[in-house]
């Protein structure tokens, strides 16, 4: 398994397949690379496929001091230089989304498409921004972990889904949700909204959106109405019924994701 020093922190890293632009998976906050296991090996028929433990996250080096969405940027940075992939397409689940912005940014035609996987792409709901503010509570941080883990499970009886949620999140302590939950809303904070933050990009740069929850028609509404002004943007609501689709339709996932990038 590959690492690199990222400011002196040890990162770990898968990398299969061949052929350019490469994919660099990278999973949401509190959770590792695993999340992708069944993704990556259906992407890597196709092309070189990366998919990273963020630090302090999977088997990646915890480090002592505190850290933020711009130290997790230098993670993906220094994969990809790793790698020595001349283009990486991201592939971000969740919130990891805003790294994948920021990649742009940084290294602009180096990354010449961005993927996004189930992601608050509008401005973020009140609920949902309360909730950010309990993970900061350590009198309510649990509370509010089970309420959302028991959202991502409902109804739901999928083993390696299962195992994701309550083991490998489940793993991360206080400290880790909180940091989370603050970089989450800052974000939003500044941006306003992912869609907002990708249209202020200039050039702009093609993006395609897959995501399975919310149901809500609304939401799907408000993203193609987006797209009709802004050609750039693509969605496609999956036909599945957890925020983590690739443990349901990882093949038509895969799929999907090929052709953007192809």
Do not use: N
């Amino acid at each position: 398994m590959p690492e690199v020093q990222s400011h002196g922190i040890r990162i770990r890293y898968d990398d299969s397949g061949q052929g350019e632009p490469a994919l660099l998976f990278m999973p949401g906050w509190c959770a590792s690379r695993s999340v992708f296991d069944e993704l990556t090996r259906r992407c890597a028929q196709w092309r070189r496929t990366l998919a990273l433990d963020w630090r302090g996250h999977g088997q990646s080096e915890r480090p002592t001091d505190d850290f933020g969405a711009d130290d997790l940027a230098d993670d993906a940075l220094a994969v990809i230089e790793a790698s020595q992939a001349d283009r990486v397409v991201p592939v971000a689940l969740a919130h990891a989304g805003w790294v994948a912005i920021e990649l742009r940014r940084r290294l602009g035609a180096r990354i010449p498409k961005l993927v996004l996987l189930d992601w608050i792409v509008l401005e973020a709901p009140p609920p949902f921004l309360g909730a950010l503010r309990s993970l900061q509570d350590p009198a309510q941080w649990q509370q509010t972990r089970e309420q959302l883990f028991s959202m991502w499970l409902h109804g739901l009886d999928i083993p390696a889904l299962t195992h994701h949620v309550r083991d490998d999140m489940g793993s991360y302590p206080f400290e880790m949700w909180a940091r989370a939950a603050r970089e989450i809303g800052a974000a939003y904070a500044k941006a306003g909204s992912p869609l907002r933050a990708l249209a202020s990009l200039d050039p702009p740069v093609p993006v395609f959106h897959l995501y399975a929850q919310p149901e809500d028609p609304g939401y799907l509404a408000a993203q193609r109405s987006f797209s009709a002004t802004h050609p750039w943007f693509q969605v496609l609501k999956l036909e599945a019924r957890s925020h983590f689709p690739m443990y349901e339709v990882p093949d038509e996932m895969a799929m999907a994701i090929e052709r953007f990038v192809a």
